[in-house]
């Protein structure tokens, strides 16, 4: 019985974990302007014809293709597929840019080849300093692409580096990751609103 305990007081802790997360968010007015203002940037860019470009490590990768999906297929509303690309699923090109150059070229290469002026590219980075995603906002930068950021409590130095850095009030990487998807899905929520809505 006592170890069934311990897992019970851990299901319990890292549930209290997760909501404390989230109810810093829900207080923290800077999370909620940046989420709202990076939400009407991406509209505005899937509105004009452009894409959104999404990209992370690890589960910030499986987490980037989630998001993609939810534009091209859909989040809520039944509606036109939208441009959401994420440079994670290509095993080719990321195993070739990684084998010809290095992998912190993995995601910069492709921005280079496939970004344009007015797209938006999101990283996604628990710690704020993966160095293939800040290789990559750089190039978009000099594409005049909007750049942004989902990072945790210090933004790293992905946070000087976007246009919108949004922070998660956390160090643990799960609870960040949690805050993570649910901010991408206010943002796909921000886009069909918008887009569709009215």
Do not use: W
């Amino acid at each position: 019985m006592g170890p069934l305990l311990t897992v019970d007081r851990l299901v319990a802790q890292s549930l209290q974990e997760s909501i404390a997360v989230k109810q810093e968010l829900l207080e923290d007015e800077d999370y909620q302007l940046q989420v709202s203002a990076l939400g009407h940037a991406m509209a505005r860019a899937l509105a004009s014809g452009h894409k959104v470009i999404f990209l992370g490590n690890g589960g910030s990768a499986a987490d980037a293709q989630h998001l993609a999906a939810e534009l091209t297929g859909r989040y809520m509303m039944e509606r036109r597929g939208l441009p959401g690309l994420a440079l994670t699923a290509n095993t080719s090109s990321l195993t070739a840019i990684a084998n010809d150059y290095s992998y912190e070229m993995v995601f910069a290469r492709q921005i280079e080849a496939l970004g344009c002026p007015g797209n938006v590219a999101l990283g996604i980075s628990t710690s704020g300093k993966s160095a293939n995603v800040l290789r990559a906002m750089e190039v978009a930068r000099s594409k005049q692409i909007i750049t942004a950021a989902l990072t945790g409590k210090t933004g790293g130095l992905l946070g000087p580096a976007v246009d919108y850095c949004i922070r998660i009030p956390s160090v643990c990487t799960p609870r960040i990751q949690e805050a993570h998807i649910l901010t991408g899905h206010i943002l796909c929520e921000i886009v069909e609103h918008e887009l569709f809505a009215k």
